[in-house]
């Protein structure tokens, strides 16, 4: 029973890695790391700087997906609404 729940757990934190690196990848391949970094300044703030000011705002990814869309405020992204949002959600973890 208990190598059971062992093993569950270790697929759980597998398939959270999975995810975390899809987004990674997802943000590459948007070009969001041009600018930005995770954990340092570049053209852009550091996503860990972003998420770190934002955390308490649950409307955020929300609203930075739709600057990033529409280009007010913020270089225009040419990605999907849907990859915007897993990047951003991707974003928020950091
Ligand atoms: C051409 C450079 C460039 C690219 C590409 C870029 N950014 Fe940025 N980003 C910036 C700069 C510069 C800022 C800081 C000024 C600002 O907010 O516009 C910024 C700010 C941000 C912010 C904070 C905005 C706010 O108002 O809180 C978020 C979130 C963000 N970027 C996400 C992304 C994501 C996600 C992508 C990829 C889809 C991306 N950026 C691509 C340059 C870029």
Not at 4 to 25: N, R
Not at 50 to 59: H, L, M, P, R, S
Not at 66 to 84: M, T, Y
Request: with cysteine; net charge positive; proline share 2%.
């Amino acid at each position: 029973m208990k190598s059971v729940l062992i093993a569950g757990l270790a697929v759980a934190s597998l398939m959270f890695g999975g995810v975390a690196h899809a987004s990674e990848a997802k943000a590459t391949e948007a070009g969001c790391i041009k600018c930005h970094a995770v954990d340092k300044k570049k053209m852009g703030p550091a996503f860990k700087d972003i998420a770190a000011k934002n955390k308490g705002n649950k409307d955020y990814v929300a609203a930075a997906v739709k600057k990033l869309q529409s280009g007010s405020g913020h270089p225009k992204s040419a990605a999907s609404e849907a990859d915007l949002k897993l990047v951003m959600d991707w974003v928020m973890t950091l």
